[in-house]
C-alpha cells in the first residue's frame, strides 16, 4: 500500500475532531495517505466517517483505533489526583467527569473497519492479538501498528502486522507505547528508526516533529517508507481543530510530555494546567481522561490538552493538498541538493 502512494507522505490520525473526512479526503486525493481518527467515537460514528469519507475521494485512506489499555491502575493514585482537581472544577463551575474504565468501543470498532473493508487499519497504545489482524487482513485491510520501540517492533512484527509506525519522542499529542506504566521512552525519531529497521524487516512509517520536505527526505534517506506529519496539518482549513488550539500553535511555546490531562503520556504546549498537574498525575488512561474532560471544554487554553510536536511553529494556514504537494516538492529539492553533495 504505501508503495501505491504518489507521495510517501502520510496525514496522522489525530483524535478529538481534527481529523474530518474532509482533511483525510483531501490529503489522498493529493496523493499521500489520510487517516480518520476513530479513537472517541462509537462504532455508528466511526462507519459515518469512513462512509463521508468515500464520498469525497476514491483513493485509498486509514483509519487508526485504540488499543484496549490492560496496564494495571493506582486506586489510591487515582483517588487523591481527583481530590487535587476540585480546586480546578470549581475554578470553571464544572463537574469533574467519572474516572470510568472503558475500552473505546474495541470489538465494534474492529467490526466496522472489517465490514468497510477501509485500506488501512492502524493502531495505537498496544499491538493486537495475530488473530485480529489476520482477520483484518482477510477483509483487504493494510496492518499498521504504532511503536516506540524496537521491542515493540518485533513483537508486532511477529504478530503479522504489514507496517509499523515509528513514533519518535518529539510527536505531538499521546505516546503510541504498548504499555502505560513505567518511564517513557525517550528515543529520538532518526535513532529510533535505525533501532527499528535493524530488528525488522518490514516498511516503516516515520514519525515525530517532522515539519518540512526537508524532514521528510531525511526520513526517507533513513530508511522509512513514508513520513507521517500531523502538528503541520491542524492548521489546514479542512481540520477540525479547535480555535483556542489553533491561537497557541501559531505562537513560540515549549512543548512537554505530561500525564496531566489523560492518564497517559501525550505532549503538548506548556501551560497552567500541566504545570501544576504534570507531576502529581498517575498512569490511569483512560481513567483522568474522562475525569478531565469538562475541564479541558471550559474554553481556557490554561487548562486545554494542547497537544503539538516540537516543531509546532512552523504549522501554516494552508489547504491540505497544498501542503502535500508543497512537502513532497520540498522532499525532492532537499534529496537532489543532497545527492550534489556527494557527487
Known amino acids: 500500500m504505501l508503495d501505491e502512494l504518489r ?4 496525514q496522522a490520525p489525530m483524535a478529538g475532531g481534527a481529523s474530518t473526512p474532509q482533511l483525510v479526503a483531501a490529503v489522498s486525493g493529493a496523493g499521500g495517505l489520510g487517516f480518520l481518527a476513530a479513537g472517541y467515537l462509537i462504532p455508528r460514528d466511526v462507519r459515518t466517517r469512513i462512509r463521508a469519507t468515500r464520498k469525497l475521494t476514491s483513493k485509498p485512506f486509514g483509519v487508526n483505533i485504540f488499543v484496549p489499555d490492560t496496564s494495571t491502575v493506582d486506586g489510591p493514585a487515582l483517588a487523591r489526583y481527583r481530590d487535587r482537581l476540585v480546586t480546578e472544577a470549581t475554578r470553571y463551575g464544572v463537574e469533574l467527569g467519572d474516572a470510568v474504565d472503558e475500552d473505546d468501543g474495541w470489538i465494534g470498532k474492529l467490526a466496522v473497519v472489517r465490514e468497510e473493508q477501509v485500506p488501512v487499519v492502524s493502531f495505537t497504545f498496544g499491538c493486537p492479538d495475530s488473530f485480529v489482524i489476520a482477520e483484518l487482513q482477510e477483509a483487504g485491510c493494510t496492518v499498521v501498528v504504532t511503536v516506540t520501540s524496537a521491542t515493540e ?32 521512552d525517550d528515543t529520538a525519531l532518526l535513532p529510533l528508526l535505525r533501532k527499528v529497521s535493524a530488528a525488522v524487516d518490514i516498511p516503516l512509517i516515520a514519525t515525530g516533529g517532522l515539519s518540512s520536505g526537508a524532514d521528510v527526505a531525511a526520513v526517507i534517506v533513513a530508511g522509512a517508507a513514508a513520513a507521517q506529519l500531523g502538528t503541520m496539518f491542524l492548521l489546514c482549513p479542512e481540520a477540525g481543530t479547535n480555535a483556542l488550539h489553533r491561537e497557541a500553535l501559531i505562537r513560540e511555546g515549549r512543548t512537554a510530555v505530561t500525564r496531566a490531562f489523560t492518564g497517559r503520556p501525550a505532549r503538548g504546549i506548556v501551560n497552567r494546567f500541566m504545570n501544576e498537574h504534570s507531576g502529581e498525575a498517575p498512569a490511569a488512561y483512560p481513567h483522568v481522561h474522562h475525569m478531565t474532560s469538562n475541564l479541558r471544554r471550559a474554553g481556557d487554553p490554561e487548562a486545554m490538552s494542547l497537544w503539538a510536536g516540537q516543531a509546532h511553529e512552523f504549522a501554516r494556514e494552508i489547504p491540505a493538498a497544498e501542503l502535500v504537494a508543497t512537502l513532497a516538492a520540498d522532499a525532492k529539492t532537499a534529496l537532489a541538493q543532497a545527492a550534489r553533495r556527494f557527487s
Open 7 to 10: 507521495h510517501p507522505i502520510v
Open 153 to 184: 517492533a518485533s513483537k508486532a512484527a511477529a504478530a503479522g502486522a504489514d507496517a509499523l509506525c515509528v513514533q519518535g519522542m518529539e510527536a505531538g499529542a499521546h505516546r503510541g507505547s504498548f504499555r502505560n506504566g513505567g518511564p517513557t
